[in-house]
């Protein structure tokens, strides 16, 4: 069979060709109708205090892509959109995302025959012993030779087909990651700002508690002066008030290192840090949740759509396995011409040209082939189990986040009574210590009561 004939069946083959491998499915969806064992609330307990409104669960509702603007803070949106225009984590990531689809791109040319020109010139001497033909006057000569050079090599089996699958499969992994990227930076920027003000609010309960001691130490020394106190009490009390004093420098080191921590997400230094400060009063708790349906959330997970091209890649991998087991094929053409003249290379019996069929079938390779294969078929399993595992974690990460909105809305209706209750009971405490009711002893537990509701009240604002 002729070059040409060759060549012709080998691109018949190329174009009617199928890509060996398992062809791609989609894991099914998980067979789940509710998030939780036993069903929701219509609404979590409130409290008559910050960030204690009841919530509803709206059902069926997709989640904002800026949901963070549901706080209703323009502070809080000012900061996010700056973390995500100046975080390198973002930038790195986005940099990843370019990288990938190049990468794809350049793959994709390998569909398509390559051609390459080349000239080159020579100057040279023969042998007299080697080349008697040629006559003293034309040795030395120049030899110009330039041509064009096509090679193809057919996608018979898949092989390049596959490889690109594989590379669009990690371009869209990337593309989920960067959706990752954003989730997790505005979620670390939020909290951080919600940690921000809760920490504001215990450095102001502690330094409450510090007067209230202060003011309490000033009516035990009076009480002392005129002796109606012992000094134990008033001693008891300035250790007290010393204890209260040394809770304070750990929250202000707290507030400082979460404030370096906004810096960092930002983008910046420390040192040119954001200027915005929050209080728990200016971040205002969303009253309706959407809460989207099971069914949908494999949809929306950035994670679980990362962990499914995973899949889809190493599923390609192991067409590509295959495929390098199987006959390789190339075509390459070459046209050009030689002569001692450069306008002379393509006059008369100066061009030449050549046209070469190929085909390489790996016969023996010491079971590399074969083990390659059967790796590609062990990462398939092992990207397949963990999707399994990442879309589990899903399911317990929204069930984990139900059941800690409920709980922390109790928990915050709790902590309000108590402190209230607290308060109560150390005014009346401290009035009646004034004028002789109760001795010390009371004054000292119901500060310590009051003091301990106040960091309860405190954590469970930050909570909720």
């Known amino acids: 069979m002729n070059p040409i004939k060759v060549s012709i069946f080998a691109l018949g083959c190329a174009l009617a060709g199928c890509a060996v491998g398992p062809d791609f499915k989609r894991p099914s969806p998980t067979p789940v109708e509710s998030f939780t064992p036993a069903p929701l609330p219509e609404e979590t307990a409130s409290a008559n205090s910050p960030a204690g409104a009841a919530q509803k669960f709206i059902f069926g509702r997709d989640v904002a892509s800026d949901w963070w603007t549901l706080y209703q803070s323009p502070q809080l949106n000012a900061l996010v959109q700056r973390a995500l225009k100046a975080n390198p984590t973002v930038q790195a990531a986005q940099a990843a995302l370019r990288q990938s689809q190049e990468l794809v791109y350049a793959q994709r040319g390998a569909y398509y025959p390559q051609v390459e020109a080349s000239y080159n010139g020579v100057r040279q001497r023969d042998s007299g012993a080697i080349s008697s033909t040629v006559s003293s006057s034309n040795n030395p000569f120049t030899l110009h030779t330039a041509q064009l050079s096509v090679s193809y090599t057919p996608d018979v089996f898949g092989l390049n087909r596959r490889t690109v699958e594989s590379l669009e499969a ?16 505005s979620t670390n920027v939020v909290a951080a700002a919600i940690q921000d003000a ?13 007067a209230a001691l202060t003011k309490s130490l000033a009516i035990l020394r009076q009480q002392f002066a005129v002796g109606y106190v012992a000094g134990l009490d008033v001693a008891a009390q300035e250790a007290a008030l010393a204890q209260a004093e040394q809770a304070l420098p750990p929250l202000e080191k707290q507030l400082a290192q979460n404030r370096d921590l906004l810096a960092t997400l930002v983008g910046v230094v420390p040192a040119h840090g954001p200027s915005e400060a929050f209080e728990l009063t200016d971040l205002r708790l969303p009253e309706e949740l959407p809460l989207s349906l099971p069914s949908r959330l494999v949809e929306q997970r950035p994670d679980v759509r990362a962990a499914e091209e995973q899949l889809h890649s190493a ?8 495929a390098n087991m199987l006959p390789q094929f190339t075509i390459t053409a070459a046209r ?36 390659r294969k059967r790796a590609a078929e062990a990462a398939y399993d092992q990207a397949a189990a ?7 974690s899903a399911f317990q990460n929204v069930a984990d986040v139900l059941y800690a909105i409920q709980t922390d809305a109790a928990a915050l209706e709790a902590a309000v009574k108590s402190e209230r209750t607290a308060k109560v009971a150390l005014d009346i405490v401290t009035k009646q210590l004034a004028v002789g009711q109760v001795n010390y002893l009371a004054l000292l537990n119901a500060q310590q009561t009051y003091q301990q509701a106040l960091g309860n009240l405190a954590q469970a604002r930050y909570n909720r």
């Open 170 to 185: 990690l371009a869209n992994a990337q593309r989920f990651e960067l959706e990752a990227t954003y989730l997790t930076l």
């Open 315 to 322: 599923s390609a991998n192991v067409g590509v396995a295959t």
């Open 386 to 392: 963990q999707y399994r595992s990442t879309v589990l």
């Open 198 to 210: 809760s920490l504001r609010a215990q450095i102001a309960s502690a330094r409450s508690v510090i």
């Open 336 to 371: 050009g011409g030689t002569a001692e003249q450069i306008g002379q290379m393509f006059a008369g019996d100066n061009p030449f040209w050549n046209l070469a069929v190929g085909v390489t079938q790996p016969i023996f390779m010491g079971g590399t082939l074969l083990h």
